[in-house]
């Protein structure tokens, strides 16, 4: 139980265009769902956390108008790289917990987002 | 500071035998968790073991177990009997329930490579 998958697992897109990536709880509903951003041979950064039904919290430095991040359903959070440049080029990674005792965080398996 | 620290870049273990891979934490929250994730050249984040504040005993999990020193702040993972599929990065992390709800900070990463 608790998988979490993501789609698409990699996207090649034009600079300028907006890329939308999924992330889906599939046999459990997420109560919380969050988005990270990892570079190569560097750690995990948490971009945001977001609720079903509200809006997302998002951390410091992190352009809301740019990673639009849309909270439809406990099964389902949406992140939108809009206007994406080569610098958003990265891998992003969603995770989403459940509500346990000690809510660990199921990861997807990532999606790999490059900007020509 | 840092609130999560792996001092250890990379490492080379040699194939069934034991390694110990650091983990320090910074945190002034009497109730935390400690987590320690796999990620293969996948990129897929594989929950691998946890530890509560609480906890009396150390966290085991099968080949994986955890070295739980509160007052030094150190949750080393030992990884027993090393296999060459334990080549991966391996990352720390830590929720502090009352301070960040459901965040997790990542520790920057540990390479381990398993020699044959």
């Known amino acids: 139980g608790a998988v979490v998958s993501q789609h698409p697992s990699w996207v090649i897109c034009k600079s300028g265009t907006s890329v939308k990536i999924e992330c889906r709880s599939l046999?459990?509903?997420?109560?919380?769902m969050f988005w990270y951003r990892q570079f190569p041979k560097q750690s995990l950064m948490l971009m945001a956390t977001?609720?079903?039904?509200?809006?997302?919290?998002?951390e410091q430095g992190v352009e809301k108008d740019k990673f639009l991040i849309n909270h439809a359903s406990l099964t389902l959070s949406t992140l939108t790289v809009t206007s994406a440049h080569p610098e958003d080029s990265s891998f992003y990674i969603c995770?989403?917990?459940?509500?346990?005792?000690?809510?660990?965080?199921?990861f997807g398996p990532g999606t790999r987002l490059t900007v020509l | 500071a840092q609130k999560i620290t792996q001092t250890q870049p990379g490492m080379f273990v040699q194939e069934k035998e034991a390694v110990t891979l650091d983990c320090t934490y910074d945190t002034s929250d009497p109730s935390y968790g400690l987590f320690w994730y796999k990620q293969p050249s996948s990129g897929e984040m594989i929950f691998l073991i946890y530890q509560g504040s609480y906890d009396q005993q150390n966290a085991t999990e099968g080949r994986y177990s955890l070295n739980f020193q509160k007052a030094r702040k150190s949750a080393n993972l030992v990884i027993s009997a090393s296999q060459l599929g334990d080549s991966a990065m391996y990352f720390c992390?830590?929720?502090?329930?009352?301070?960040?709800?459901?965040?997790?900070?990542f520790g920057g990463g540990t390479r381990l490579m398993v020699k044959p």
């Open positions: 995770s989403a917990t459940r509500g346990s005792l000690r809510n660990e965080q199921f």
């Open positions: 046999d459990f509903q997420a109560t919380t």
């Open positions: 992390a830590m929720r502090e329930y009352n301070n960040a709800g459901n965040m997790l900070t």
């Open positions: 977001s609720n079903e039904g509200s809006k997302a919290t998002y």
